[in-house]
């Protein structure tokens, strides 16, 4: 009968243990059950090579809690992208046809499942790149252990001389490296030059060859093949993270960190040199030229964290916590997870006084879907949580448990300049604004924007727009509702928004009217590229509408407008709006707000107001 040894025992091991990895070893062993013999085995094998032998033994001693789910589809799906790339389409088809195949998915515990060849196969390939890189000085024993040495990055697929295969595809790009720096920027810079695909329907994470013929342009799929390139060809690398935005979207954020012994270097966005103290990649949106004055947008906008995250595959000591809710609340008790802030210049401190009898508090942030969730946790001492490496201008809510329920134990706030300021409604003073979105606009799409001045209206008899006449040039950056004059009497039965380049003239929907200023058709844009009336008629008035995010104010729909009150989030008023503007009144001086569309639609983020301008967080 297999014993029941779990990741919380071998927890416990990693503080009370005098001999840490040895205990840890023999856990796992226990943990293998019928497996035990392949990994004694490996054990066994390096008899007479004491370094590589301590390797296997540390690799052994830090297996439990590694996965994967398998099943013979989804093998079959991984071997048949590994011989070839697939089109989207027959890719998805693939999968589909493969639902049926004999063999519930299971999770593969990798303590239960790895067998001896592959792991003899991973450390012998693992030393020989160690040892045979110019790097070789430049990572110790026990960064290569951590960082060079292990099978997997994250909860891919596993394949047979995933190593060879890479080292075979990758070698020339760096055979006049000299450096790890040098090599990661040259395997960066190779592998980021690949096309990205689509992301294929298959819900699982390829094994690191088979990626090498799907390289999506999902950043999770990118690092972890970026990884294990690197890490076959003997450099330290492992996978940084943001947790989850704090300011933006649902989503969280991954990318690939070079660690060594002077810090974490990283490449962000478009640069190709890899520098210590670096920004977050994929942190920040660029505008690519100056907004005209008076516009109603700016292009402050850029991605926040609360602390940066280091994926890791041995164990690490963590503090119990209580349950609180959430996936981002398990994973702050992760063992595989190392608060890496300080590597990326996020130092600020915090001492948070709860207003509620809690022992426990949790920073929290707003999420699109979920409410406020936990990005950090510290016990109560002396009646004050201390929150340390936490970044500034982050909105934040401490929360805590309180007769079994989560409760908001302070006022929201953030830190700015080492400052905590904290955010309160002023119920004696109320004031009112008016709103034209419920999510904060970014330099993405300004960039979008500035580009479609030059497009012009053409109307045209045929469908072919032989002869077409300009009816209208757009001279200035628009905004969301935008609406132009015709002057001429020329009936027309096509009309289409044409530019220099298709992707200038990109609309969202567009309403035609007619000489008597009624609507004839008000119509999304399609791929078509054109409107078809269907009739000639003569038309005195467009409306146009630029390719947009969806977060606008738009009539017919109903939104509220709520204030946190301290505890909840609390209704000031709703309406439907009649416009692409809303005025609500009664509001708190001060307070932070949350605008919904309850009519669809699901991307908003909480703001105060300063001088009567949304200030997002």
């Known amino acids: 009968m297999k014993p029941?040894?779990?990741?919380?025992?071998?927890?416990?091991?990693?503080?009370?243990?005098?001999?840490?990895?040895?205990?840890?070893?023999?856990?796992?062993?226990?943990?293998?059950?019928?497996?035990?013999?392949?990994?004694?085995?490996?054990?066994?094998?390096?008899?007479?090579?004491?370094?590589?032998?301590e390797a296997a033994e540390w690799l052994i001693a830090?297996?439990?809690?590694?996965?994967?789910?398998?099943?013979?589809?989804?093998?079959?799906?991984?071997?048949?992208?590994?011989?070839?790339?697939?089109?989207?389409?027959?890719?998805?088809?693939?999968?589909?046809?493969?639902?049926?195949?004999?063999?519930?998915?299971?999770?593969r515990k990798d303590i239960e499942a790895i067998n001896a060849e592959f792991l003899i196969g991973n450390i012998?390939?693992?030393?020989?790149?160690?040892?045979?890189?110019?790097?070789?000085?430049?990572?110790d024993f026990d960064r290569f252990k951590k960082y060079v040495l292990p099978y997997r990055v994250s909860h891919e697929l596993l394949r047979h001389g995933w190593r060879d295969s890479l080292i075979k595809t990758?070698?020339?790009t760096i055979k006049?490296?000299?450096?790890?720096?040098?090599?990661?920027?040259?395997?960066?810079?190779?592998?980021?030059?690949?096309?990205?695909?689509?992301?294929?329907?298959?819900?699982?994470?390829?094994?690191?060859?088979?990626?090498?013929?799907?390289?999506?342009?999902?950043?999770?799929?990118?690092?972890?093949?970026?990884?294990?390139?690197?890490?076959?060809?003997?450099?330290?690398?492992?996978?940084?993270?943001?947790?989850r935005w704090a300011n933006y979207s649902d989503s969280s954020h991954t990318w690939v960190a070079l660690i060594l012994e002077d810090g974490t270097y990283t490449i962000i966005d478009e640069d190709s040199i890899a520098r210590k103290d670096n920004a977050i990649d994929a942190s920040t949106f660029k505008l690519n030229q100056a907004m005209p004055?008076?516009?109603?947008?700016?292009?402050?906008?850029?991605?926040?964290?609360?602390?940066?995250?280091?994926?890791?595959?041995?164990?690490?000591?963590?503090?119990?916590?209580?349950?609180?809710?959430?996936?981002?609340?398990?994973?702050?008790?992760?063992?595989?997870?190392?608060?890496?802030?300080?590597?990326?210049?996020i130092t600020g401190s915090v001492s948070v006084k709860p207003d509620k009898e809690t022992e426990h508090v949790w920073l929290?942030?707003?999420?699109?879907?979920?409410?406020?969730?936990?990005?950090?946790?510290?016990?109560?001492?002396?009646?004050?949580?201390r929150?340390?490496?936490?970044?500034?201008?982050?909105?934040?809510?401490?929360?805590?448990?309180?007769?079994?329920?989560?409760?908001?134990a302070g006022q929201p706030f953030y830190i700015s300049d080492g400052n905590k300021i904290e955010i309160k409604p002023d119920m004696a003073q109320l004031t009112s604004a008016t709103f034209t979105r419920k999510y904060p606009m970014n330099a993405g799409w300004l960039n979008r924007y500035s580009q479609i001045p030059g497009a012009r209206l053409e109307g045209s008899d045929n469908l072919e727009f032989s002869n077409p006449d300009t009816l209208f040039i757009i001279t200035q950056t628009p905004v969301f509702f935008n609406s132009a004059t015709i002057r001429s009497d020329k009936p027309y039965r096509y009309f289409r928004i044409f530019a220099d380049l298709p992707s200038y003239a990109n609309m969202s929907m567009f309403n035609i009217y007619d000489k008597d200023g009624s609507i004839i058709t008000s119509e999304a844009w399609t791929k078509k590229g054109y409107i078809d009336l269907g009739t000639p008629a003569v038309i005195s008035k467009v409306e146009y509408f630029p390719w947009n995010d969806g977060n606008f104010v738009v009539p017919g729909h109903e939104y509220r407008l709520d204030f946190w009150n301290g505890a909840e989030w609390q209704l000031i008023q709703s309406q439907i709006s009649n416009g692409y503007e809303l005025t609500f009144s009664g509001i708190p001086s001060g307070a932070l707000l949350l605008l919904h569309d309850l009519t669809e639609g699901k991307e908003e983020r909480p703001f105060t107001l300063n001088e009567g301008k949304q200030v997002w967080w």
């Open 364 to 385: 929290c942030t707003h999420a699109l879907t979920s409410g406020w969730i936990p990005q950090a946790y510290s016990k109560v001492s002396r009646g004050r949580a």
């Open 124 to 139: 012998d390939r693992a030393f020989e790149a160690w040892h045979n890189s110019p790097w070789r000085d430049e990572v």
């Open 62 to 107: 830090n297996m439990p809690g590694h996965s994967v789910v398998w099943s013979g589809g989804i093998q079959a799906f991984a071997d048949s992208v590994m011989l070839r790339p697939l089109p989207q389409q027959e890719a998805d088809r693939l999968w589909d046809s493969l639902q049926n195949t004999p063999g519930a998915e299971v999770r």
């Open 4 to 53: 029941t040894i779990t990741i919380a025992l071998l927890l416990t091991s990693l503080f009370y243990s005098c001999s840490r990895n040895d205990r840890l070893l023999e856990l796992s062993l226990e943990m293998a059950g019928d497996n035990r013999s392949e990994l004694e085995s490996v054990i066994e094998h390096y008899a007479d090579e004491p370094l590589k032998r």
């Open 387 to 408: 929150f340390d490496n936490i970044s500034d201008s982050v909105l934040m809510l401490p929360m805590g448990i309180l007769n079994g329920k989560e409760v908001a």
């Open 170 to 172: 990758y070698s020339p």
């Open 176 to 243: 006049n490296a000299k450096t790890a720096k040098e090599a990661f920027e040259l395997l960066r810079k190779e592998i980021n030059s690949t096309k990205r695909s689509a992301k294929y329907k298959f819900p699982h994470l390829l094994d690191a060859v088979a990626l090498r013929n799907h390289y999506s342009g999902v950043c999770l799929e990118r690092c972890v093949y970026l990884a294990n390139v690197c890490r076959a060809l003997g450099l330290p690398v492992t996978i940084d993270n943001c947790g």
């Open 293 to 345: 004055a008076g516009y109603p947008y700016t292009s402050e906008f850029r991605k926040r964290l609360v602390k940066a995250w280091r994926q890791t595959f041995h164990l690490n000591p963590v503090e119990t916590m209580p349950k609180f809710k959430g996936e981002l609340a398990n994973r702050l008790s992760s063992p595989r997870l190392v608060d890496v802030s300080q590597e990326y210049g």
